[in-house]
């Protein structure tokens, strides 16, 4: 780039990027990885990029492909790139996530039919009816919804009726599109060719979280100019990978693969978290191994320390919780300040109910939190489906599809009339940054979640989760484990999670003398569901 | 005709209130208090809003009274000398915590309404937002502009007035998380605030330092959490009995319709003047400016009082009353003073006892405070009492302001007065 960055360009001035934001949004062509720490300007970087190409390099906005995680990430990105450049037109802009761009280009071409539209649950289940016994109807759509992930085309006779059923009506899956758009690839390569021609410039945002199906697909579209952004610390949504061949898809090392020359850049001031927190997190998951060293450097001082708490029993702990959150608020009534107990001494700053964020691994969690908030009167929203209709508890693999794809069951980010607290799994809380972050459950078993039999998460996925949760957090961090907790009808008595005993004593300050252990002996795992 | 009105309480449905706070009891307390018109407090609850459509009847256009078979029930606990009518009307008060422009707003805000249709209404547009089950004082993540507008479109009839306009965690203009001005907090709908609640920590006089608060009237009332409360402070009108009168004399600012406040002398609410409760420290403003705003014992910030708040956004000198602006009288509850006759607790059997006696013999308390001869007191044989009433109506009291949630000390009685031993034998 060399000549090109001295270049005085009002999109980058009139902005204060530091040093390697700014090589990072004029390293335009190529192959390009940004691996982007939590905090240190992802998507300003992002949105930056694109505003530099359109007004500095000349590119027609219709050349930029931009795809976001979620479809509220895309709508936030497209104001952004809006703000920066409010002369540009910007409708031939295409900023999208992986479904909305396959869904559009399957418009736009008419395949596999015209007007092709996406099928609801209750379509999916009327067209099911002939097809399977009605009780199997949703645990039959979920295995074919895996096969379908992986990119395969299901064989039986059974999925097949239930295609055809769908392709009589003019409708499809969700998962159905990726198949689609790589099958008219393959089938049509003038098609590809005009796409790919067409996107000069394509840009993925979370790409640690991208899935085989979504790689593929943009991938194939991607020329030369193809820029992912992604921290590897951050990725959380492994599992929705696994199961597709022999070798698990892990995204940086099949781009590196893929694309030999690619150049990678660094973010690593991290704007969001006081230095404490940033430590701690660090910490944390430099223990993770097979983990490339980075480091991030605090722009925040440092500040409070992290509180850790150990309580009797999950309801203890929500209570606890939210006579914390109490004091945050400065007291939320009048008799909170007046009885002295509400106000925390130690931090003179004050919080509104929008700053604050409860962290859980599980959405079961929830409950006792959204009790003890409303027996005080404190405002909050639940994001995610707690609980299917049958009573299970939503998989965080389909609480992302519902995410990602849909953000139908979830309430927008922002509440239309009011402030609340946050409610949310980790999980959901990625990419999102609080002033004040409770992460709650945090016993060996629930954080790093463990199942009956094999098919728990990978530990260093849990351990990635934590430090997710961790890294949420602008200034003060708040841990909780409970000795005993009731969830799924069985009462657990886990102890605290081996990652709390990753951070060092002078980042902590423990509640009441409840010291805990620095490291609990491999050999006394406790008894687990 | 001439009648108190409270327009600020609480229900047992309230957090930190007492359970007695039902109307019933309430009803009693205004013929014992010498209030005419009570408010409900809490309307948003659902509870409370049905227990006051059970018991409740409508009165006076906009008024409500107890049903007359409850009424007769609590008759029987008034005295004689105190009956008199009593009415209701509907009120809420809402705590909105939100964020503007970066800081953290808490605001205190009283709701009223003329009917329970539009009450009702007010309650399904907060209940659509936040939690309105929990708490007869409910907590929404709401900007106190959009609060405005919701109870302002609800009915043309519907007001919100700012509550306690000064204390320093919860109010418009308090020192913590409040704002310089109402046009700052209500923005382009700040015209429609005609009214301010002064609250225990300040009065009259030291809100019209404000030449901004001129256009706007100042009532008092006694955010009462217990029945024994009501009236602490309150409103003195002259007009006809009705939910519009009473808001149209203080709309217009007509010192003919709406005549005074009654008020507490302002050195003996929570938040008079600065300090640390917990350090036992005291500073009046300038002794905080002097320490820039520090404490001397702990080193932190202290909790800005309402005085050194005053102080700060005043435009104008002590001593000058706006145009139309209701007069005002400093009371002092006479269950404190009777305390200090006593030299007892205010709280105590003796005072309560004497308390009683005092409203059967001669009717209700605002009476004995405010009208009764002092000699009627002398031939009662309450010599000191009719001293100590004579010196809080001449404001001839010493203070001890109070500060960071701690209430101020005002003493009518010194210790040369209790030489007599001859008076202090007739308690
Ligand atoms: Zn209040
Ligand atoms: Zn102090």
């Known amino acids: ?529 | 005709m001439r009648f108190v009105a409270d327009l600020h309480i609480h229900s047992k449905y309230s957090r930190a209130c007492s359970p007695a706070l039902e109307p019933g009891p309430l009803y009693r307390w205004s013929q014992l208090k010498g209030i005419t018109v009570l408010a409900t407090g809490d309307f948003t609850h659902p509870a409370w809003s049905a227990l006051l459509q059970e018991q409740l009847v409508p009165a006076e256009p906009g008024l409500f009274q107890l049903k007359p078979e409850l009424a007769r029930q609590q008759d029987r606990d008034v005295p004689a000398s105190c009956r008199a009518a009593a009415r209701f009307l509907l009120e809420a008060e809402i705590s909105c915590i939100y964020k503007r422009d970066g800081k953290v707003r808490k605001v205190h805000h009283l709701v009223f309404a003329p009917s329970f249709e539009t009450a009702a209404r007010i309650s399904a547009s907060l209940g659509a937002i936040g939690n309105i089950r929990s708490d007869g004082r409910p907590i929404l993540g709401l900007d106190s502009r959009d609060l405005l507008r919701i109870v302002r479109e609800a009915s043309p009839e519907a007001y919100l007035v700012p509550a306690h306009a000064w204390t320093p965690h919860f109010a418009v203009f308090g020192s913590e998380s409040g704002f310089d001005s109402l046009e700052e907090c209500f923005g382009d709908l700040a015209g429609e605030i005609f009214a301010v609640e002064t609250g225990l920590s300040s009065d009259p006089p030291m809100n019209w330092r404000l030449s901004a608060l001129d256009r706007v009237a100042l009532i008092s009332n006694s955010d009462a959490h217990s029945p024994e409360k009501l009236g602490r402070e309150a409103n003195l009108f002259d007009c006809e009995l009705s939910y519009d009168a009473i808001f149209s004399a203080i709309r217009g600012r007509d010192p003919k319709r709406f005549l005074k406040t009654l008020e507490f002398f302002p050195e003996e609410g929570k938040y008079h003047v600065d300090g640390h409760r917990k350090c036992e420290v005291r500073l009046e403003p300038e002794e905080t400016i002097r320490r820039k705003g520090l404490c001397p014992s702990c080193g932190r910030p202290v909790t800005i009082g309402v005085l050194h708040r005053v102080e700060k956004l005043a435009d104008r000198k002590k001593g000058k009353k706006p145009a139309g602006a209701a007069d005002f009288e400093h009371l002092i509850p006479l269950k404190e003073i009777l305390g200090q006759v006593l030299r007892v607790g205010a709280g105590s059997v003796r005072v309560d006892a004497l308390y009683h006696r005092l409203l059967a013999r001669f009717g209700n308390e605002f009476h004995i405070l405010r009208e009764l001869p002092a000699k009627d007191l002398e031939k009662e044989g309450l010599p000191l009492l009719a001293l100590a009433l004579e010196r809080m109506r001449k404001g001839e009291v010493e203070l001890q302001p109070g500060f960071d949630g701690e209430y101020g000390v005002i003493s009518l009685l010194a210790k040369k007065d209790f030489s007599h031993q001859d008076q202090l034998a007739l308690f």
């Open chain 1, 1 to 529: 780039m060399g000549k090109n960055s001295e270049m005085s360009h009002a999109s980058l001035t009139n902005s204060e990027l530091d040093s390697s934001q700014r090589a990072a949004v004029l390293a335009t062509d190529g192959a390009i990885v940004i691996a982007a720490g939590p905090g240190t300007g992802k998507t300003r970087v992002f949105a930056h990029r694109i505003a530099h190409l359109i007004q500095d390099k000349g590119v027609p906005p219709g050349e930029i492909l931009a795809v976001s995680f979620t479809r509220s990430a895309a709508l936030e990105m497209r104001k952004r790139i809006a703000t920066l450049l409010p002369d540009a037109d910007l409708s031939n802009l295409w900023v999208e996530t992986c479904h909305a761009a396959a869904l559009r280009i399957l418009h736009a071409e008419k395949y596999p039919f015209p007007e092709l539209a996406i099928a609801e649950e209750e379509q999916r289940l009327e067209l099911l009816a002939d097809i399977v016994p009605r009780g199997k109807a949703k645990a039959w759509l979920e295995q074919l919804r895996g096969t379908k992930q992986c990119l395969e085309w299901p064989q039986d006779e059974a999925s097949q009726c239930y295609q055809e059923a769908l392709r009589r009506r003019g409708l499809a899956d969700f998962d159905d599109l990726f198949l689609f758009v790589l099958q008219l690839f393959a089938e049509r390569p003038e098609i590809l060719a005009r796409w790919r021609d067409r996107f000069r410039y394509v840009i993925m945002d979370e790409f640690q979280d991208t899935s085989l199906a979504h790689y593929r697909f943009i991938g194939r579209l991607a020329g030369e100019d193809f820029c992912v952004i992604g921290d590897p610390d951050q990725s959380i949504y492994g599992f929705a990978n696994e199961g597709c061949g022999a070798e698990r898809f892990e995204p940086f090392t099949q781009f590196a693969k893929d694309r030999p020359n690619r150049r990678t850049l660094a973010l690593s001031e991290n704007y969001r978290s006081q230095g404490i927190i940033l430590d701690a997190a660090q910490q944390v998951i430099a223990r993770n191994p097979a983990r490339v060293p980075r480091q991030l450097r605090a722009r925040l001082e440092r500040g409070m320390p992290i509180d850790i708490s150990g309580h009797q029993s999950d309801r203890q702990e929500a209570e606890m919780v939210v006579r914390r959150i109490e004091g945050l608020l400065g007291g939320a009534s009048r008799f909170t300040v007046d009885t002295g107990w509400a106000r925390d001494e130690a931090d003179s700053r004050s919080y509104g109910l929008s700053d604050i964020a409860i962290l859980y691994r599980l959405n079961a969690q929830a409950r006792l939190f959204e009790l003890a908030l409303e027996r005080i009167g404190l405002p909050y929203v639940t994001y995610g489906k707690k609980t299917k209709k049958d009573g299970r508890e939503v998989l965080a693999e389909e609480d992302l599809e519902d995410f990602r794809d849909n953000e139908r069951a979830a309430p927008s980010l922002v509440h239309p009339a009011g402030e609340s607290i946050t409610l949310m799994t980790v999980h959901r809380a990625k990419g999102l940054e609080f002033p004040v972050v409770f992460l709650t459950g945090c016993e060996d078993g629930i954080l790093p979640y463990r199942r009956e039999g094999d098919d728990s998460p990978s530990p260093e996925e849990e351990r990635r989760l934590f430090y997710v949760g961790m890294t949420r957090a602008g200034s003060r961090l708040l841990i909780s484990y409970a000795r005993k907790r009731f969830l799924f009808g069985k009462t657990l008595a886990l102890g605290p999670s081996p990652f709390v005993a990753d951070i060092e004593d002078e980042l902590r300050r423990l509640e009441k003398s409840e010291a805990l252990p620095r490291k609990r002996p491999k050999d006394k795992q406790p008894e687990l569901f």
